[in-house]
Protein backbone atom coordinates (compact mmCIF):
# COMPACT_ATOMS: atom_id res chain seq x y z
CA UNK A 1 0.00 0.00 0.00
CA UNK A 2 1.17 3.34 -1.08
CA UNK A 3 -0.47 4.81 2.32
CA UNK A 4 -0.41 3.57 6.11
CA UNK A 5 -2.70 2.90 9.05
CA UNK A 6 0.37 3.07 11.08
CA UNK A 7 -0.80 4.62 14.43
CA UNK A 8 -4.37 5.45 13.33
CA UNK A 9 -7.14 4.37 15.06
CA UNK A 10 -10.22 2.38 13.79
CA UNK A 11 -13.49 1.89 15.30
CA UNK A 12 -14.54 -2.18 13.86
CA UNK A 13 -18.13 -3.28 14.91
CA UNK A 14 -19.39 -6.43 14.73
CA UNK A 15 -16.00 -7.34 15.43
CA UNK A 16 -15.72 -10.33 17.36
CA UNK A 17 -15.66 -13.20 14.45
CA UNK A 18 -16.20 -13.22 11.10
CA UNK A 19 -15.48 -11.03 8.85
CA UNK A 20 -15.39 -8.45 12.10
CA UNK A 21 -12.60 -10.05 13.21
CA UNK A 22 -10.46 -11.00 10.23
CA UNK A 23 -10.76 -6.46 10.06
CA UNK A 24 -9.69 -5.87 13.48
CA UNK A 25 -6.26 -8.74 12.86
CA UNK A 26 -5.72 -6.94 9.68
CA UNK A 27 -5.92 -3.76 10.83
CA UNK A 28 -3.25 -4.61 14.18
CA UNK A 29 -0.80 -6.20 11.16
CA UNK A 30 -1.19 -2.47 9.52
CA UNK A 31 -0.41 -0.99 12.39
CA UNK A 32 -3.37 0.99 13.78
CA UNK A 33 -4.91 0.82 16.94
CA UNK A 34 -8.45 -0.67 17.42
CA UNK A 35 -11.14 -0.13 19.15
CA UNK A 36 -13.81 -3.57 18.62
CA UNK A 37 -17.27 -3.79 19.03
CA UNK A 38 -19.59 -5.94 19.74
CA UNK A 39 -22.69 -7.98 21.38
CA UNK A 40 -20.40 -11.45 21.63
CA UNK A 41 -18.92 -10.26 25.16
CA UNK A 42 -16.82 -13.83 25.48
CA UNK A 43 -15.62 -13.56 21.60
CA UNK A 44 -14.56 -10.34 21.42
CA UNK A 45 -12.93 -10.34 25.35
CA UNK A 46 -10.41 -13.24 23.76
CA UNK A 47 -9.88 -11.49 20.89
CA UNK A 48 -8.65 -8.40 22.12
CA UNK A 49 -6.83 -10.42 25.07
CA UNK A 50 -4.61 -11.80 21.97
CA UNK A 51 -4.47 -8.95 20.03
CA UNK A 52 -2.74 -6.89 23.00
CA UNK A 53 -2.87 -3.35 23.77
CA UNK A 54 -3.64 -2.06 20.30
CA UNK A 55 -6.96 -3.70 20.94
CA UNK A 56 -9.82 -2.99 23.08
CA UNK A 57 -12.94 -4.46 23.19
CA UNK A 58 -16.36 -3.07 24.01
CA UNK A 59 -20.02 -4.44 24.83
CA UNK A 60 -22.55 -2.33 21.80
CA UNK A 61 -25.76 -2.70 20.94
CA UNK A 62 -25.53 -1.06 17.78
CA UNK A 63 -29.13 0.31 17.25
CA UNK A 64 -28.77 2.40 20.85
CA UNK A 65 -27.54 5.91 20.53
CA UNK A 66 -26.02 5.94 24.22
CA UNK A 67 -24.37 3.12 23.03
CA UNK A 68 -22.51 4.59 20.19
CA UNK A 69 -21.24 7.86 21.70
CA UNK A 70 -20.56 5.68 25.26
CA UNK A 71 -17.77 4.09 22.62
CA UNK A 72 -16.61 6.96 21.03
CA UNK A 73 -16.02 8.81 24.09
CA UNK A 74 -14.33 5.46 25.17
CA UNK A 75 -11.83 5.72 22.44
CA UNK A 76 -11.12 9.44 22.59
CA UNK A 77 -10.32 8.61 26.38
CA UNK A 78 -8.16 5.80 26.07
CA UNK A 79 -6.57 6.36 22.19
CA UNK A 80 -6.94 10.16 22.19
CA UNK A 81 -8.42 9.95 18.50
CA UNK A 82 -10.47 8.75 15.63
CA UNK A 83 -9.59 8.02 12.77
CA UNK A 84 -11.70 5.56 11.05
CA UNK A 85 -15.15 3.74 11.51
CA UNK A 86 -15.97 0.85 9.72
CA UNK A 87 -19.85 -0.07 10.32
CA UNK A 88 -19.46 -4.12 9.86
CA UNK A 89 -22.26 -5.18 11.97
CA UNK A 90 -24.91 -6.93 10.46
CA UNK A 91 -27.58 -9.95 10.83
CA UNK A 92 -29.32 -12.23 8.02
CA UNK A 93 -32.46 -12.72 7.80
CA UNK A 94 -34.22 -15.27 5.44
CA UNK A 95 -37.92 -15.00 4.65
CA UNK A 96 -40.52 -13.87 1.73
CA UNK A 97 -42.48 -10.67 1.90
CA UNK A 98 -45.15 -12.33 3.08
CA UNK A 99 -43.89 -14.83 5.70
CA UNK A 100 -41.53 -12.26 7.20
CA UNK A 101 -43.05 -10.29 10.46
CA UNK A 102 -42.70 -6.93 10.76
CA UNK A 103 -40.81 -7.16 14.48
CA UNK A 104 -38.36 -9.25 12.11
CA UNK A 105 -38.07 -6.71 9.30
CA UNK A 106 -37.47 -4.27 11.58
CA UNK A 107 -34.56 -5.85 13.61
CA UNK A 108 -32.70 -5.90 10.59
CA UNK A 109 -33.64 -2.41 8.95
CA UNK A 110 -32.11 -1.06 12.59
CA UNK A 111 -28.98 -3.43 12.93
CA UNK A 112 -28.33 -3.32 9.52
CA UNK A 113 -29.43 0.56 8.22
CA UNK A 114 -29.67 2.69 11.52
CA UNK A 115 -26.85 1.01 13.56
CA UNK A 116 -24.89 2.32 10.40
CA UNK A 117 -26.27 5.79 10.38
CA UNK A 118 -25.88 6.24 14.26
CA UNK A 119 -22.08 5.20 14.08
CA UNK A 120 -21.47 7.63 11.73
CA UNK A 121 -23.92 10.61 13.12
CA UNK A 122 -21.45 9.91 16.21
CA UNK A 123 -18.30 10.08 14.65
CA UNK A 124 -18.38 12.83 12.37
CA UNK A 125 -17.22 15.52 15.71
CA UNK A 126 -14.31 13.34 16.08
CA UNK A 127 -13.29 12.16 12.59
CA UNK A 128 -13.30 15.88 11.90
CA UNK A 129 -11.45 17.13 14.82
CA UNK A 130 -8.88 14.57 13.27
CA UNK A 131 -8.64 16.18 10.01
CA UNK A 132 -10.78 14.22 8.09
CA UNK A 133 -10.75 10.36 7.90
CA UNK A 134 -12.68 7.53 6.67
CA UNK A 135 -16.06 5.41 7.08
CA UNK A 136 -16.63 2.06 5.34
CA UNK A 137 -19.48 0.80 5.56
CA UNK A 138 -20.21 -2.99 4.70
CA UNK A 139 -23.06 -3.85 2.63
CA UNK A 140 -23.43 -6.52 0.27
CA UNK A 141 -24.00 -7.56 -3.59
CA UNK A 142 -27.58 -7.67 -1.82
CA UNK A 143 -27.34 -4.04 -1.65
CA UNK A 144 -26.77 -4.62 -5.90
CA UNK A 145 -29.51 -6.65 -6.94
CA UNK A 146 -32.45 -8.58 -5.44
CA UNK A 147 -32.57 -11.98 -4.34
CA UNK A 148 -35.62 -13.59 -3.88
CA UNK A 149 -36.69 -14.57 0.29
CA UNK A 150 -34.64 -12.14 1.70
CA UNK A 151 -36.20 -8.95 1.12
CA UNK A 152 -35.66 -7.30 4.75
CA UNK A 153 -31.61 -8.03 4.42
CA UNK A 154 -31.54 -7.23 1.13
CA UNK A 155 -33.94 -3.51 1.72
CA UNK A 156 -31.17 -3.09 4.66
CA UNK A 157 -28.46 -3.28 1.91
CA UNK A 158 -29.57 -1.26 -0.74
CA UNK A 159 -30.81 1.44 1.38
CA UNK A 160 -27.75 1.52 3.21
CA UNK A 161 -25.80 2.11 -0.25
CA UNK A 162 -27.75 5.19 -0.30
CA UNK A 163 -26.98 6.06 2.21
CA UNK A 164 -23.39 5.87 1.99
CA UNK A 165 -23.55 8.22 -1.11
CA UNK A 166 -25.80 10.59 0.85
CA UNK A 167 -23.14 10.79 3.40
CA UNK A 168 -20.11 11.06 0.84
CA UNK A 169 -21.68 14.18 -0.51
CA UNK A 170 -22.45 16.04 3.06
CA UNK A 171 -19.28 14.89 4.71
CA UNK A 172 -16.32 15.83 2.30
CA UNK A 173 -16.31 19.41 3.05
CA UNK A 174 -14.96 17.92 6.30
CA UNK A 175 -12.28 15.52 5.00
CA UNK A 176 -14.19 12.45 5.51
CA UNK A 177 -14.65 9.61 2.48
CA UNK A 178 -17.49 7.81 2.95
CA UNK A 179 -17.48 4.26 0.70
CA UNK A 180 -19.16 1.04 0.93
CA UNK A 181 -17.69 -2.57 0.41
CA UNK A 182 -20.53 -5.43 -0.94
CA UNK A 183 -19.06 -8.69 -0.33
CA UNK A 184 -20.76 -11.71 -2.19
CA UNK A 185 -20.71 -14.78 -0.23
CA UNK A 186 -17.61 -15.11 1.83
CA UNK A 187 -17.06 -17.84 4.74
CA UNK A 188 -18.36 -16.93 8.03
CA UNK A 189 -20.73 -17.96 10.69
CA UNK A 190 -23.66 -15.99 8.63
CA UNK A 191 -23.22 -18.88 6.41
CA UNK A 192 -22.74 -21.49 8.71
CA UNK A 193 -26.50 -23.15 7.93
CA UNK A 194 -26.13 -22.31 4.03
CA UNK A 195 -25.42 -24.59 1.25
CA UNK A 196 -22.82 -22.68 -0.02
CA UNK A 197 -21.92 -25.57 -2.71
CA UNK A 198 -25.28 -24.49 -4.60
CA UNK A 199 -24.02 -20.35 -4.36
CA UNK A 200 -21.26 -20.52 -6.44
CA UNK A 201 -22.49 -22.51 -9.41
CA UNK A 202 -22.28 -20.49 -12.20
CA UNK A 203 -20.54 -17.58 -10.60
CA UNK A 204 -16.93 -16.56 -12.73
CA UNK A 205 -14.78 -17.53 -9.73
CA UNK A 206 -16.40 -20.40 -8.29
CA UNK A 207 -16.10 -20.53 -4.99
CA UNK A 208 -17.01 -18.87 -1.23
CA UNK A 209 -14.51 -15.90 -0.14
CA UNK A 210 -12.61 -15.46 2.50
CA UNK A 211 -12.78 -13.11 5.31
CA UNK A 212 -8.92 -12.39 4.92
CA UNK A 213 -10.00 -11.49 1.22
CA UNK A 214 -12.13 -8.64 2.15
CA UNK A 215 -9.95 -7.45 4.87
CA UNK A 216 -7.54 -6.94 2.23
CA UNK A 217 -9.53 -4.62 -0.05
CA UNK A 218 -11.34 -2.89 3.53
CA UNK A 219 -7.47 -2.02 4.24
CA UNK A 220 -6.63 -0.40 0.57
CA UNK A 221 -10.00 1.49 0.74
CA UNK A 222 -9.02 2.70 4.12
CA UNK A 223 -5.66 3.28 3.54
CA UNK A 224 -5.25 4.16 -0.29
CA UNK A 225 -8.29 4.78 -2.24
CA UNK A 226 -8.02 8.76 -1.14
CA UNK A 227 -9.81 9.94 -4.30
CA UNK A 228 -12.89 7.85 -3.78
CA UNK A 229 -16.01 8.46 -1.95
CA UNK A 230 -19.29 7.24 -2.20
CA UNK A 231 -18.19 4.25 -4.51
CA UNK A 232 -18.89 0.78 -4.41
CA UNK A 233 -16.23 -1.68 -3.90
CA UNK A 234 -17.38 -5.35 -5.01
CA UNK A 235 -15.67 -8.49 -3.61
CA UNK A 236 -17.97 -11.33 -5.02
CA UNK A 237 -16.33 -13.49 -7.64
CA UNK A 238 -17.98 -11.98 -10.13
CA UNK A 239 -21.34 -13.24 -8.77
CA UNK A 240 -23.22 -9.72 -9.79
CA UNK A 241 -22.19 -10.17 -13.71
CA UNK A 242 -24.66 -13.15 -13.69
CA UNK A 243 -23.82 -16.89 -14.33
CA UNK A 244 -21.60 -18.39 -16.56
CA UNK A 245 -23.61 -21.13 -19.09
CA UNK A 246 -21.64 -24.42 -20.13
CA UNK A 247 -19.33 -23.98 -23.05
CA UNK A 248 -22.28 -25.35 -25.59
CA UNK A 249 -20.02 -26.79 -28.77
CA UNK A 250 -21.27 -27.46 -32.32
CA UNK A 251 -19.90 -30.17 -34.86
CA UNK A 252 -20.85 -29.51 -38.52
Not at 5 to 29: N, P, Q
Not at 49 to 59: F, Q
Request: hydrophobic fraction near 40%; charged fraction near 20%; aromatic fraction near 4%.
Amino acid sequence: MRNTLDGSVVIVTGAARGMGEAHVRGLVRSGARVMATDILDTEGAALAAVLGTGVIYRHHDVRRSDDWQRIVDDTLSVFGRVDHLVNNAGVLSAGGITETTEAEFRRVMDINLIGCWLGMRHTIAALTATGGGSIVNISSTAGMQGYAGLGAYVSSKWALRGLTKTAALELGRHGIRVNSIHPGPISTPMLADVDTSTIVVGQPIARIGEPQEVTDLLLYVLADATYSTGHEFVIDGGATLGRVDPVVTTHR
